[in-house]
T-cell receptor, first 114, second 115 residues
Framework: GAGVSQSPSNKVTEKGKDVELRCDPI?????LYWYRQSLGQGLEFLIY????????KSGLPSDRFSAERTGGSVSTLTIQRTQQEDSAVYLC????????????FGPGTRLLVL | GENVEQHPSTLSVQEGDSAVIKCTYS??????FPWYKQELGKRPQLIID?????GEKKDQRIAVTLNKTAKHFSLHITETQPEDSAVYFC??????????????FGRGTQLTVWP
């Protein structure tokens, strides 16, 4: 079956612009996770959803970052007034539910803020 | 919250040799420890995992060991091949409250296998 998909695969934007990143989890997976991977770094947790609710928003780096998930499926991560330090690969993962252990990753969106 | 430390950050081995990557974690409630392999420009792929009720798990040339008392776990790759070259990440799964289900990742180990 189809895996986790993300779009766009690459995004170049100017400092100060807003961007929206999309994640489409594996069908039937109710848990969805967003991570950020800066160059040469590990995966930094941003936020996760169980269904449409986000019990843990502690990883969002600033109030310029927000995420939503409607219909229990697709999620969008929005970064407002982008800064150069936002440049990174944004990875999405999904799992069957919050209790399921295995997380399956999407290919990521490579964001470059000029 | 959980804190995962991973060492070494880079590792070079000759083809056929073994490679060992070590991780420590801080939260005794963590109960699941996956290892992901990420090739350049690709998504992280789960290669092996271990649960807190098991001390060791093997899958062909890959093995993972877990010491709950010491809160550390290790990845062992035997008979390394050039295609094993990648960045390897360890992770610990939060086991309580709002951290349940969340993966805490190490910073990664760049493994290079020379032919």
């Amino acid at each position: 079956g189809a895996g986790v998909s993300q779009s766009p695969s690459n995004k170049v934007t100017e400092k100060g612009k807003d961007v929206e990143l999309r994640c489409d989890p594996i069908s039937g997976h109710t848990a969805l996770y967003w991570y950020r991977q800066s160059l040469g770094q590990g995966l930094e947790f941003l936020i996760y959803f169980q269904g449409n609710s986000a019990p843990d928003k502690s990883g969002l780096p600033s109030d310029r970052f927000s995420a939503e998930r409607t219909g229990g499926s697709v999620s969008t991560l929005t970064i407002q007034r982008t800064q150069q330090e936002d440049s990174a690969v944004y990875l999405c993962a999904s799992s069957l539910d919050q209790g399921a252990e295995t997380q399956y990753f999407g290919p990521g969106t490579r964001l470059l803020v000029l | 919250g959980e804190n995962v430390e991973q060492h070494p950050s880079t590792l070079s081995v000759q083809e056929g040799d073994s490679a060992v990557i070590k991780c420590t974690y801080s939260d005794s409630a963590s109960n699941y420890f996956p290892w992901y392999k990420q090739e350049l420009g690709k998504r992280p792929q789960l290669i092996i995992d271990i649960r807190s009720n098991v001390g060791e798990k093997k899958d062909q040339r890959i093995a993972v060991t877990l010491n709950k008392t010491a809160k550390h776990f290790s990845l062992h790759i035997t008979e390394t091949q050039p295609e094993d070259s990648a960045v390897y990440f360890c992770a610990a799964r939060g086991g309580r409250g709002s951290t349940l289900g969340r993966l805490y990742f190490g910073r990664g180990t760049q493994l290079t296998v020379w032919p």
